[in-house]
């Protein structure tokens, strides 16, 4: 028995790994994460654009507040009804999630979970394109060259970290911070980087948004992803003798 986290990247089917697409049309069932039953999410469009199975299962993907009574029960639902997919003969059970499920991913969560109701099961994960590496790639955005720090950090609970890896990093990266732009913005803008900083939200979908992040106004979606580059001021000049 299997368990396979399938990580099904920002949005655009055609960044999907070709051991991503194969696992997914073999596997028994393919799970995917959605807000609703009756709401299609990301990782289900990318999923249905290469494979006809797709069943629901329903996360509290926007709670907030730790592990909520309702997080708690949506991570036990899903994970009992991997268990009973294996206990109905299924030898596959494929569970899709955007991004890359090591990579704050829920997959994390059901795993968990699956393990201490089925301790034989095999849990495995297919790697997938994350949304900072998209947004470096339709921006044009160089994330690290030579000896450079990348940090990433989610703001789901403000800006104070970010502010942080701004003082002390090279090139940062901002996950999850629709809640708390302008406080995303103005650290930014304070630590003297907002020139060179790019912003994206729905990549690869037919509504993406990518643009400097010194043009945003207003609100911004949750799921929205900020590069600020290191500094760099010479070609290679990040290189240290000996590298490469």
């Known amino acids: 028995m299997r368990l396979v986290?399938?990580?099904?990247?920002?949005?655009?089917?055609?960044?999907?790994?070709?051991?991503g697409v194969r696992v997914l049309?073999?596997?028994?069932?393919?799970?995917?994460?959605?807000?609703?039953?009756?709401e299609q999410g990301r990782a289900e469009a990318v999923v249905r654009a290469h494979a006809d199975k797709a069943e629901r299962v329903v996360f509290a993907?926007?709670?907030?507040g730790g592990v909520t009574e309702r997080r708690a029960n949506a991570w036990d639902a899903a994970a009992r009804?991997?268990?009973?997919?294996?206990e109905q003969g299924a030898r596959t059970v494929a569970f899709a999630t955007i991004g890359d499920p090591n990579v704050y991913s829920t997959f994390t969560y059901l795993a968990q979970s699956v393990r201490e109701r089925a301790p034989g099961v095999e849990v495995e994960?297919?790697?997938?394109?994350?949304?900072?590496?998209?947004?470096a790639a339709r921006s044009g955005t160089v994330l690290a060259e030579g000896t450079e720090s990348l940090t990433l950090v989610p703001l789901t609970g403000g800006a104070g970290a970010l502010r942080t890896a701004l003082a002390?990093?090279?090139?940062?990266?901002?996950?999850?911070?629709?809640?708390?732009?302008?406080?995303v913005l103005a650290a930014v803008a304070d630590a003297?980087?907002?020139?060179?900083a790019?912003?994206?939200?729905?990549?690869?979908?037919?509504?993406?948004d990518v643009r400097p992040a010194r043009e945003l106004t207003g609100p911004v979606p949750y799921l929205s992803t900020l590069i600020v580059p290191g500094r760099r001021t010479s070609l290679g000049g990040k290189l240290k003798a000996g590298e490469s």
């Open 125 to 135: 994960t297919v790697p997938g394109i994350t949304a900072m590496q998209d947004l």
């Open 192 to 196: 003297g980087r907002l020139g060179g």
């Open 25 to 38: 049309r073999e596997a028994d069932l393919v799970l995917v994460p959605v807000m609703a039953p009756d």
């Open 81 to 86: 009804r991997v268990v009973e997919a294996f």
């Open 198 to 208: 790019v912003y994206g939200a729905r990549l690869g979908l037919p509504d993406e």
């Open 168 to 183: 002390t990093g090279d090139t940062v990266v901002a996950y999850k911070f629709g809640r708390v732009a302008d406080e």
């Open 61 to 64: 993907l926007n709670d907030r």
């Open 5 to 19: 986290g399938v990580g099904v990247g920002p949005g655009d089917p055609e960044l999907v790994t070709v051991r």
